[in-house]
């Protein structure tokens, strides 16, 4: 991938952002929880990542737009009552002809967070507004994941 200007929102411990980071792309990572920028920071402290404490929604707001925007496990995170918002709030980050990739979490269980979704459920909230020129289960998971992950690579429809 050429270099992009990069959005990590749900960041957590940041490895994906500093990977990013590491290929030359420009990478904001944000997380609603300070001490986990804080942990990323002290855990990559050479990385130029720009790690930000914010609300994914709220980060609308700076009216910065993106190329990418890297999604793991901030969707099972949200309440479903509140995954449309999610859906535009990607559609309002990313610049024209922007892809959200995503790995998304298909546990099957009732309640949460985290909260289950299927690829069924994925098209269905982004079709709307994206192409879908990957999904699939991911080769890789974590053990206790394998098999309930969903890899999507969708890209903006405009």
């Known amino acids: 991938m050429a270099p992009a200007r990069i959005l990590v929102p749900g960041c957590g411990r940041g490895h994906e952002a500093v ?6 792309h420009d990478v904001v990572a944000i997380d609603f929880a300070p001490l986990a920028t804080v942990h990323a920071q002290k855990t990559y402290p050479d990385s130029t990542v720009d790690w930000r404490v914010a609300d994914f929604f709220t980060f609308l707001d700076t009216g910065e737009r993106f190329d990418v925007c890297v999604e793991h496990t901030l969707f099972c995170a949200i309440d ?3 995954r ?9 980050l ?5 892809s959200l990739i995503g790995v998304f979490y ?14 069924a459920e994925i098209r269905r909230r982004f079709g709307k507004h994206f192409s879908f020129p990957l999904v699939e289960v991911p080769r890789d998971s974590f053990p206790n994941r394998a098999g309930k992950e969903i890899l999507v690579w969708m890209e903006r429809l405009d």
């Open 19 to 24: 990977h990013l980071d590491q290929d030359g």
């Open 80 to 82: 479903p009552k509140r």
């Open 84 to 92: 449309d918002e999610y859906v535009e709030a990607v559609l309002r």
């Open 94 to 98: 990313l610049r024209p002809g922007g």
């Open 106 to 119: 298909a546990h099957g269980k009732d309640g949460g967070p985290p909260f289950t979704t299927t690829e």
